[in-house]
């Protein structure tokens, strides 16, 4: 099993000073190597047709919509399942979520306990972020929630990869990207387009605090 995570949004909490009111965290889930390379290859395809260059990575928030829409629609056909939680970061008053590291967790961890049934010995990926002490706090607690009554832990490996060289993070981004931009609290009426291209692939979006 592999899983993608990236993030949408920041992890402060000073709403009035132009923190976002949400933080977006999805897991992006491959049962099997074959699913997850056949994916990998299907987005250097994309790439390939519509000339861009390989150093250039798909960003949700750096893309043109046309660009949006054609990726979306390009890796809807492939194997993977995705999970989403919305950090609503304006009903959080507990004095941990004063650290940023803390709000991070948070999110990671309530996705993938959301997508628990599908990590089983899983490999999990995340976009190069935050120094070394950062990635073990990360990795530690992501496996202490990923850990069953019986002491088997769901979780083989947390990585880190930078995005440009990992074109599965680049989908975790852009699936990241399309569910935050339906929950923008300044959504214009078209913004659900991009999550609706992809929820072939949705198992559970969860808002939460509510």
């Known amino acids: 099993m592999f899983a993608f995570i990236d993030e949408s949004g920041d992890c402060g909490l000073k709403l009035d000073r132009g923190s976002s009111p949400f933080f977006t965290v999805a897991v992006v889930v491959f049962s099997d190597v074959f699913s997850a390379d056949a994916c990998d290859r299907g987005i250097d395809e994309l790439r390939r047709k519509l000339s861009i260059p390989g150093k250039q990575e798909f960003h949700f928030n750096e893309c043109r919509d046309s660009l949006r829409e054609k990726f979306l629609k390009h890796v809807v056909n492939e194997s993977f399942r995705y999970y989403a939680f919305i950090l609503n970061k304006q009903k959080l008053w ?50 202490a929630t990923m850990t069953d009554q019986d002491g088997t832990c769901r979780i083989r490996k947390v990585s880190m990869e930078r995005s440009h060289l990992n074109n599965l993070v680049q989908l975790a981004d852009m699936v990241c990207g399309a569910v935050a931009r339906d929950f923008n609290a300044n959504k214009t009426p078209s913004a659900r387009i991009f999550r609706d291209l992809i929820r072939a692939r949705e198992e559970r979006v969860q808002f939460w605090p509510k």
């Not at 507990?94 to 959301?114: G, I, L, Q, W």
């Not at 089983?120 to 530690?140: A, H, M, P, Q, Y």
């Open 94 to 143: 507990a004095e941990k979520y004063r650290d940023p590291d803390e709000v991070y967790h948070v999110a990671a961890n309530f996705v993938c306990d959301n997508a628990r049934q599908y990590f089983d010995n899983t490999k999990v990926v995340i976009d190069k972020t935050g120094d070394r002490e950062f990635k073990r706090r990360l990795e530690k607690t992501l496996k």
